[in-house]
């Protein structure tokens, strides 16, 4: 389930974008105080452009997944996810199939957009078995404070979300199973 981030989970929200294995996937890196957090969240809640989300399973908040470059004329936006740190095996398959539910049906884009830093593999895998098409590789486009790296650029179109999303559901399925067995 998806949920408006609102400010008391603020410093929730900080510990898990602070986890190392956040940030290095981030183009921000560095780690975030308190106050610059408070004055990002202020930001956000003024820019028509982005909106956030906690993502929560059996009620438990897990992860957050957001929406930037929202440009209503165009129909499309920019999105990413992270998952709180020791949340369980799935997350981020079941976090892709709410974000995605949002983005076509909800907020009725007809395009959603994705940049993913070269060395994520796992995170470009996920979408690429999503169904995410890849669009571009921004080489040396991100500086992570020692060399620069290469971005890939992913897409998929509103008339791909329906086939996709019976392939996502398959994978949470299986997951869940492994999981079990
Ligand atoms: C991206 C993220 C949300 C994924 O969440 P997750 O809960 O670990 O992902 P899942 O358990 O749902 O697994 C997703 C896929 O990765 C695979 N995977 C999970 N852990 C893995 C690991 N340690 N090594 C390799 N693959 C792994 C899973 O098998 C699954 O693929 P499959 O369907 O082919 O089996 C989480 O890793 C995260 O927060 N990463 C840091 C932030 C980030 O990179 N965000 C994206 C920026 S664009």
């Not at 983005?103 to 070269?118: G, H, M, P, R, T």
């Not at 991100?142 to 509103?158: E, K």
């Amino acid at each position: 389930m998806l949920t408006e981030l609102l400010a008391e989970q603020l410093p929730l929200v900080l510990k898990w974008r602070n986890d190392p294995a956040v940030r290095q996937n981030m183009y921000s890196y560095e780690e975030i105080s308190p106050q610059e957090h408070k004055h990002w969240f202020h930001s956000v809640q003024t820019d028509p452009g982005r909106r956030y989300f906690i993502y929560s399973c059996s009620g438990k908040p897990t992860g957050v997944v957001y929406f930037s470059n929202l440009m209503p004329f165009k129909q499309q936006a920019m999105w990413g996810f992270y998952s709180a740190p020791g949340a369980p095996r799935g997350t981020g398959l079941r976090m892709e199939l709410e974000a995605l539910d949002f983005a076509f049906i909800d907020l009725s884009l007809q395009k959603l957009n994705c940049e993913v830093i070269a060395t994520n593999k796992k995170v470009i895998n996920l979408h690429r078995k999503t169904g995410f098409q890849d669009e571009g590789l921004f080489r040396n486009y991100h500086f992570d404070g020692h060399r620069y790296i290469d971005v890939v650029r992913l897409g998929m179109i509103r008339s791909e979300w329906p086939q996709a999303k019976k392939v996502l559901t398959d994978r949470i399925i299986r997951t869940k199973t492994t999981d079990t067995a």
